[in-house]
């Protein structure tokens, strides 16, 4: 294995909504010198600014066999990722025959910290069926099984005008295993640059916080006081259809607080993974300063 001769292929590499790890993960790459094609799903001004940034930008679908041959042609290496929406195995197929037949030495893909063939969600299910998937196809998949990203906490609080976190968590001390979307895309970058052998999945986690101390940080960013609220379920649903706008994702949130709800205290799998440091360069990010940032570039 010699490391990326020709293009690394971002996927998502747009950014969107729930951490934009494709968008950090073309500004991680082109620092490091290296050469980066990206897919977008549409050619706007994100797609603009990509070009700006040093890219070559390819339009194409995950899910479109036809879109994926042009776009890994001469490339050996890539970054996979797919929102929390349905497609996630269609678009995962897809990419993994595309990638098999362009001689793909690495796929490094985002998934999700418990995925599982008994996981709580439908959605991470999914995700251990698509590492499977890309696993059969001997890509070189290294599988990124990531923990909440900050930015997941963020929309909610901003749909509440960051005056409270209303989640259906139960009691404050409930306990989540947190990470910022751009370390993931700090391992994945990693990853994608070193030519030596990589373990085939990294589970990533950056601060493991009870809802109260995430309420907390949320009011240390903000300067104002941002309590947790303990909402009903069906209530929090009422209000997830209306801000996501996407079943799949609905669904998956609704099922993934129920867990979190459910297991209450710290679990074996919510570890700070030394992987961020290690791979990614620098300390995992804290909550409180990441919302400072994001505050700050508002
Ligand atoms: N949110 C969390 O807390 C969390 C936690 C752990 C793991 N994850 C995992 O993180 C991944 C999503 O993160 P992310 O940062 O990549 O999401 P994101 O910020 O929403 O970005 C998704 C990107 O994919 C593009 N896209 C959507 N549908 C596409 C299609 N059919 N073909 C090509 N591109 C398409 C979007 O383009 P448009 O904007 O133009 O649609 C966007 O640029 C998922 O695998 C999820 O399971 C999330």
Do not use: C, K
């Amino acid at each position: 294995m010699t490391g990326p001769a020709g293009p690394v292929l971002v996927t998502g590499a747009a950014g969107g909504r729930q951490g934009s790890t494709g968008r950090h993960v073309v500004d991680l790459l082109l620092a490091r010198g290296l050469a980066v094609r990206a897919l977008v799903r549409v050619d706007d001004d994100r797609a603009a600014a990509l070009r700006v940034a040093g890219a070559e930008v390819v339009v194409g679908d995950l899910r479109e066999i036809a879109d994926l041959g042009p776009a890994l042609r001469g490339v050996r290496r890539a970054f996979l990722t797919y929102p929390v929406t349905h497609g996630l195995v269609d678009a995962t197929g897809a990419f993994a025959v595309a990638a098999r037949e362009a001689g793909l030495e690495r796929v490094v893909a985002v998934s999700q910290l418990a995925a599982d063939p008994a996981a709580g969600t439908p959605h991470m299910r999914q995700h251990w069926v698509a590492e499977r998937v890309l696993d059969r196809f001997e890509v070189g998949a290294v599988h990124l099984r990531a923990a909440v990203f900050f930015e997941n906490l963020a929309v909610v609080a901003a749909a509440a005008g960051f005056r409270e976190l209303a989640l259906p968590l139960g009691p404050p001390d409930t306990v989540l295993p947190l990470v910022a979307a751009e370390d993931v895309a700090r391992v994945a970058a990693g990853v994608l640059a070193d030519p030596g052998p990589v373990e085939p999945v990294l589970r990533l986690t950056g601060q493991v916080l009870t809802v109260r101390e995430v309420a907390e940080a949320f009011t240390a960013a903000s300067g104002h006081e941002v309590g947790y609220v303990d909402v009903a379920p069906e209530a929090w649903r009422a209000v997830a259809d209306d801000l996501y706008r996407d079943g799949r994702a609905v669904e998956h949130l609704s099922a993934l607080w129920a867990m979190f709800r459910e297991i209450g205290a710290v679990h074996e799998l919510y570890r700070v993974s030394e992987e961020i440091e290690r791979i990614g360069g620098r300390p995992p990010r804290q909550l409180a300063a990441h919302l400072r940032d994001a505050q700050a570039r508002v």
